[in-house]
Every structure is written in C-alpha cells, then in structure tokens.
C-alpha cells in the first residue's frame, strides 16, 4: 500500500501555521477555532483515506494465456467491500503491458458490496506481456490525500502473429530426385510408410509389416513414399533500421506474420521448415515438419524484437553454410540494400533455390524506399513477391511482383535461378 499527500494538503498545512501564527500573536478566539477546523479536517481526511481500502478485496479471473494478433483479450474483475462502511469512490485499474488494453473503473460501493465488470480489447502485436498486477485508488472527500493498494494478481500473454493460408503461394523446387511438393509412391525403402498390401512374390522380408501380417493371418508388406528430399528455410529480418509503422500496421509485424503463414504452407505440405531470425537476438530452429515445428515458430516469432543490429545481407553471408543445394531459401525483409541481393545471388551460384517477400516501408511511413531493391531481384531473376501496409497477406502472395510484364510460376523463375548460376559458373570456371 502507497500513501500520497496531493498538493491541497499542503494548502491546508499553510493555512494552519498561519492562523496558529495568528492567534498566538493577537490572541482572537477566530483564529484559533480555524486551527481547530483545519486540524480535523486533515485528521477526518486521513482516516477516511485509510479505512475506504482497508477492507477492499479483488477477484481477477484471466483465461487468456496464448493468442493470436487481432484475438480478443478479455479478464472479468470483481471488487468487495467487507467493511461496514461504504465507499463513496473506489478506482480499480489493470497495469497491463499489453498494447492497445487498458481497465479502468470508478464506483461507488455500499458496505458488503461486490461488483464485478469484464474488461476486453484486441492483441495488436505480436510478444510476451505481462497482465497486472491490479491497483485500486482511494482520494477522501477533501482531496487531501490519496492511497494505492496493490493487488499482485500477474499473469503472462504470448501473442502469436497471426499466420494466413496461403493457396497461390508456391515452393520453389529444390530439383532434387525424389524432391516435390506431392508424395508419390516408390518400390525403394524410405523413412516414409504410407499404407500396406498384400505380399507379393520378390518383397524382401524388411518389407514385411508383422503388425498386419498376425491381424489379417497372411503376408503384409508395406507401401512407402518418396517423401520429400529438400528442405524450407525462412529467414526473417528484422534489423531496427528497415522497420516502420506501428502496432499491428508496421513493417516487423507484416514480416513475422508472413514468415509463420510461410512455415503454415510448408509444414501443411509435410515439408521440413527450418527458421532464422535476426533480431535482437539471432534466432535459429533447424528444419523439421509437424505440429510442434509450427508451435516452436510461432513461439520463436512472438518472442524476437525488431532490434536486430545487423543488416540481412551480412547476417545472409556469414550463415550461408546453413544451406545447400537441398534447400529453398524465402527472405522476408524490409531493407532497401542491395547487399542482401547480392548474398542471395552468392547462395543461388551455390544451387540454393532462393525467393524473397519484400515488405514495403514507405508504405508504412518509412523515409525509405524498400522497393529500391526489385530491379537487383528481377535483374538477378529471383522470384519476389510485394506486400504493403493494408494489403491482405494472402492475396498479396498469390501472385509476385509483375517486373518484366510476365508473371511466371515461382518454380519456373528458381529453376532459370540454378541455370542462370551454373552459366555463371560455367563462365568462371573457363
């Protein structure tokens, strides 16, 4: 509990010395009978300050603990009075982190009282906040002074960025045998069993599925898939000098959202999908498929602050053993360098299949232009994709960027990538 003496009071206390100063010096009743006033008044106030929350109860109930930008966040408050007394006015507020959610109410409570009001608002960017502690205020009837009681009622939210499907996207293809975005049946062994049939004269006895096989009394064998060879790879920059806008309408919140609609559209294909991002801290989640890879994105993603401190193109060179021929690389970016062009033309002579979304920052009120860097992408024939502040992520990446006036699938534009860099090579080499 925090006590506060509001500036009347000391008003009041001038008041006081005066008229005692007063009345000792010419000794009128007058004088003294207002000391006496002023006396009881700052007496009555503190007392009334102090009872009105002494006893004060609040009741918080929070369901929410995970959520999505743009899901609403709700929390119900109750407040009692166990005391006799009334409480004539009561402040009760929510110092919650999270942006864009405020709780306040002011009552007046009868002694014995409850009330109890839900407060709700909308996660306007993605993060981890902390929901709390609850504050209720009382002033007394003089405006003399004012007292705070702390309710330590905290909880923790993460707001995931939300992730859109995204049916006009595509993969741009590793080209490695076995590589696809379909699965295919195969008479070779792979970690992918996909069904059985019967036995078949010539199947090797690995083939055999014995589970199957004691069920239905006769030989089974298993069937297997190609499975997919490649990987996914998404890097997300978030360097602190690319970034514009605010909330849920700004540069890093369009690019986290891209990159986890992005790991939606592989992992749902049953693609391996590893993630870097730069942010305040690099962070990296190896390749690997399944609901809980999109969980630890999504968890990656919601935690990573836009204040990374170094640029896409550096950070692009100094991880570019991470990837290989096996691996289609997507950056999503704001920057406006052309250093990051050139790292993904370095990664496509090494037959890495690269695509980029470029978020557009003067579209979100940035000073610069992030669309500097499309005549490099085009000139260097990487598949580029465009989003601007308003745009819906899903339509904004069905189709890409119209540079030479034709739009070609993105697997074709990788594939003229790996030839344009094997000429390259070619021409070195000689």
Same mark, same amino acid.
């Given at each position: 509990?925090?006590?506060?003496?509001?500036?009347?009071s000391y008003?009041?206390?001038f008041l006081l010395?005066?008229?005692l100063i007063?009345?000792?010096?010419t000794g009128?009743?007058?004088f003294?009978?207002?000391?006496?006033i002023l006396a009881?008044v700052?007496v009555l106030?503190y007392?009334w300050n102090?009872?009105?929350?002494?006893?004060?109860?609040?009741?918080v109930d929070?369901?929410?603990r995970r959520?999505t930008?743009?899901?609403?966040v709700?929390?119900h408050?109750t407040?009692?009075?166990t005391s006799?007394?009334?409480?004539?006015v009561?402040?009760?507020e929510?110092?919650?982190e999270l942006?864009?959610?405020?709780?306040g109410?002011?009552?007046?409570m009868l002694?014995?009282?409850s009330?109890?009001w839900t407060?709700?608002?909308?996660?306007?960017?993605?993060?981890?906040?902390?929901?709390?502690?609850?504050?209720?205020?009382?002033?007394d009837?003089?405006?003399l002074f004012r007292r705070e009681?702390t309710f330590?009622?905290?909880?923790?939210?993460?707001?995931y960025?939300?992730?859109?499907?995204?049916?006009?996207?595509?993969?741009?293809?590793?080209n490695?045998?076995?590589?696809?975005?379909?699965?295919r049946r195969?008479?070779?062994l792979t970690?992918?069993?996909?069904s059985?049939?019967?036995?078949?004269?010539g199947d090797?006895?690995?083939?055999v599925?014995?589970n199957?096989?004691?069920r239905v009394?006769k030989l089974m064998?298993k069937?297997?898939?190609e499975g997919h060879a490649s990987d996914?790879?998404?890097?997300?920059?978030l360097h602190?000098d690319?970034q514009?806008?605010?909330?849920?309408?700004?540069t890093d919140?369009y690019?986290?959202?891209?990159a986890?609609?992005?790991?939606k559209r592989?992992?749902?294909?049953?693609?391996?999908v590893?993630?870097i991002?730069?942010?305040?801290?690099?962070v990296l &989640?190896?390749?690997?498929t399944g609901? +809980?890879?999109?969980d630890?994105?999504l968890?990656? @993603?919601a935690?990573?602050? !836009?204040? *990374?401190l170094?640029?896409?193109?550096?950070a692009?060179?100094?991880?570019?053993?991470?990837?290989?021929h096996?691996t289609?690389?997507?950056?999503?970016?704001?920057?406006?360098r052309?250093?990051w062009?050139?790292?993904?033309?370095q990664l496509a002579?090494r037959?890495v299949?690269?695509a980029?979304? &470029?978020?557009?920052?003067r579209?979100? +009120?940035g000073?610069y232009?992030?669309l500097?860097s @499309?005549?490099?992408?085009e !000139?260097? *024939?990487?598949?580029?994709?465009?989003v601007?502040?308003?745009d819906?992520?899903?339509?904004a990446l069905s189709?890409?960027h119209?540079?030479?006036?034709?739009v070609q699938p993105?697997g074709?534009?990788?594939?003229?990538?790996g030839?344009k860099a094997?000429?390259?090579?070619?021409?070195?080499g000689?």
């Amino acid at each position: 509990m925090r006590f506060f003496v509001l500036r009347r009071s000391y008003l009041i206390g001038f008041l006081l010395a005066a008229s005692l100063i007063t009345g000792m010096a010419t000794g009128l009743g007058l004088f003294y009978r207002l000391v006496y006033i002023l006396a009881l008044v700052i007496v009555l106030g503190y007392a009334w300050n102090w009872l009105s929350l002494r006893s004060l109860t609040v009741v918080v109930d929070r369901r929410t603990r995970r959520i999505t930008v743009g899901d609403p966040v709700r929390e119900h408050i109750t407040v009692n009075n166990t005391s006799a007394l009334p409480r004539p006015v009561i402040e009760v507020e929510d110092l919650s982190e999270l942006p864009g959610f405020t709780t306040g109410n002011a009552m007046s409570m009868l002694p014995g009282g409850s009330i109890t009001w839900t407060s709700s608002g909308t996660a306007r960017r993605r993060g981890v906040y902390t929901m709390g502690p609850v504050v209720a205020r009382n002033t007394d009837p003089f405006g003399l002074f004012r007292r705070e009681l702390t309710f330590p009622y905290t909880d923790t939210v993460v707001v995931y960025p939300r992730a859109y499907d995204l049916p006009g996207f595509r993969v741009p293809s590793a080209n490695l045998s076995g590589d696809s975005s379909l699965k295919r049946r195969t008479h070779d062994l792979t970690p992918h069993a996909s069904s059985v049939r019967e036995y078949a004269p010539g199947d090797a006895l690995s083939r055999v599925h014995w589970n199957s096989t004691a069920r239905v009394g006769k030989l089974m064998s298993k069937e297997f898939d190609e499975g997919h060879a490649s990987d996914v790879w998404i890097a997300v920059d978030l360097h602190r000098d690319v970034q514009a806008g605010q909330l849920e309408d700004s540069t890093d919140e369009y690019a986290v959202s891209v990159a986890a609609s992005l790991a939606k559209r592989f992992l749902t294909e049953g693609m391996p999908v590893g993630m870097i991002v730069y942010g305040t801290e690099k962070v990296l &989640l190896g390749a690997d498929t399944g609901p +809980g890879q999109m969980d630890r994105i999504l968890e990656s @993603l919601a935690r990573s602050e !836009s204040e *990374g401190l170094v640029p896409i193109g550096d950070a692009l060179s100094e991880d570019e053993a991470l990837w290989s021929h096996h691996t289609t690389l997507v950056v999503v970016t704001s920057s406006p360098r052309p250093e990051w062009v050139g790292a993904l033309e370095q990664l496509a002579r090494r037959r890495v299949k690269v695509a980029s979304v &470029l978020v557009d920052g003067r579209s979100f +009120g940035g000073f610069y232009d992030s669309l500097q860097s @499309l005549s490099n992408l085009e !000139s260097a *024939g990487i598949p580029t994709y465009v989003v601007s502040s308003g745009d819906d992520i899903s339509t904004a990446l069905s189709q890409m960027h119209r540079g030479a006036g034709v739009v070609q699938p993105i697997g074709r534009v990788a594939d003229a990538v790996g030839a344009k860099a094997s000429t390259r090579q070619g021409g070195h080499g000689q």
